[in-house]
């Protein structure tokens, strides 16, 4: 495949999970600071790792969070309870998967994480 | 509920997602070492996290198995990709979710991982 | 042991380090979060770690202050240094044990962790 | 040599890497934290570490950002890009040299970094 | 361009920066675990970022150590100093950007990264 | 103070902790691997952070064990339960740092770090 249809496929990736508004906004961002941020992004996070199978999209989404959760990455985490919505989770998963890496990561990374997916999970509906 | 009944149900947890040989090669292993971490593992991360609802096993580890890759943890990557399987995950599975990795963990941190899974997976089944 | 006395063990022991108010404050940040979070930390961190023996209460607070400032975790570095104050600690021993990370976390790990400690100590006392 | 050199190499040298007016900032927020912060970071990270031959500065400057996007450093990767600029970096250099981390510490520390890049870059020609 | 023109530049690429030998020694390992790994690797490590500008080969050698330095990542620490010799790097610059990580990440840091420099450089020449 | 002065005060320090012996087979190995990571350990981290005072040497040591523990640096985990024995620390207490970081950096870095201490404990005394 192309640069091109990768690039593609990652972007009717993003839009699926986060909507087509968010996946703009979000895109925006990545594009006002580096182009290339946003070429990579879309090509090969989305394009290439979110479209192989074998693991299921909600799967994957809660071991994302589960590894962001450990390395404490805010503004990915923020994205990612995101997309884990748009893929399916519940609430109560995205908050378990997080409480889960207690003993893995240690408490004070959970509740780094929590106050993020609480901001996002609380935002009025759209 | 008691310490103690934690501590039954974190065995038998244990004992079901590694089979009774390896969960007491792997107990003898903490016992030795210093008795207060089998013992607050048994309780507290066998019989209290991991026997907690909402998300089923399977998931919880390949969960775990994205946040060690991403932290790096040698002796628990390799007890979790035996738990793993013990939940039912398969060997691609086990991968995929280590190869998701790649771009929010980095590619290293992936290649360790493989490595530990690769000889756990290869060796000869008891 | 059962669940509900560790649970007010942890609570009567983070009402010693913090103070009632403080205790309660911090208390319900995680329940707004997450039920369950404030749940496990104070029925495992604050009644199953803290109140163990062998290392006391003020050397505790220190060798946790030297492990988050080089793993980075805002908000319990915050709630650590209070803590550490309630457990006997000066400003002097918060920052010498800050200082003393330069060279196995390295400058800029400290600098993070001074910035909170600063805030945190300079509060008007209540 | 003795430390009172060091100190004054080390204050010479952050001098011509960020101009007197942000090095007498930078150094007036490490003094109002901790004198002793202040003190060890001219003499040892700018006097004895900055001051070496071998690996010229803005290679220094690269290395060092790329290793501050890796572990998450906030107020050290303000600084750091500062510095670079001072050592003859361009906006180029220092968002390629964080893109390269992409695939060795992951896009969300990439992202992370690169806020932070974008905030100082944009902020007005003194 | 396509998946495999990329691949065929990352293949290149790895093997002017180690040899073909050592290039297929470290394909082999890769493609044993997993051949995906070794395709993304070849096609978006060394084929997409890699071969990019603005920053040349050396000096992305030298902060990609600097990193592995900091996140204590062992076998790509190994390759790394191989691909840096190749890239014209010095035992002297490679060495000299380690220590440079010591006000960064700590000297336990260095020391890790030392010790697996020293044992690659160290190796008969082939 | 001159270089060579805490050059001095830090090989004193050094072997106070660890014995004269031991100070030297480790002082050797960092020696020939990069002669000027001796020198800055000995002058920097032994001669200047670790003779300063407000915090005695048993706390820093167990502080420090607390953070390597964490950061999961191995040599200067081995060296470090070395050298907290010099300063007064009994295997329990050591231990008992490390187990106080379950909650804080997860389990598995526990697992981790007491192997490393197991090994170095059980050493034959000389």
Not at 38 to 61: H, M, N, P, Q
């Amino acid at each position: 495949m192309t640069d091109e249809q990768h690039f593609q496929h990652g972007l009717k990736m993003l839009q699926t999970m986060l909507g087509e508004a968010e996946a703009e906004r979000i895109r925006e961002g990545w594009r006002n600071m580096w182009p290339d941020l946003e070429r990579l992004i879309l090509e090969f996070v989305a394009g290439r790792i979110w479209t192989r199978s074998v693991v299921d999209l909600k799967t994957r989404s809660l071991s994302t969070i589960a590894a962001l959760t450990a390395l404490g990455r805010t503004n990915a985490l923020d994205l990612n309870v995101r997309m884990a919505v748009g893929n399916g989770a519940t609430k109560e998963e995205i908050f378990e998967t997080m409480l889960h890496m207690a003993p893995y990561a240690g408490f004070p990374a959970v509740w780094d994480a929590m106050m993020i997916a609480t901001r996002v999970l609380n935002e009025p509906r759209k």
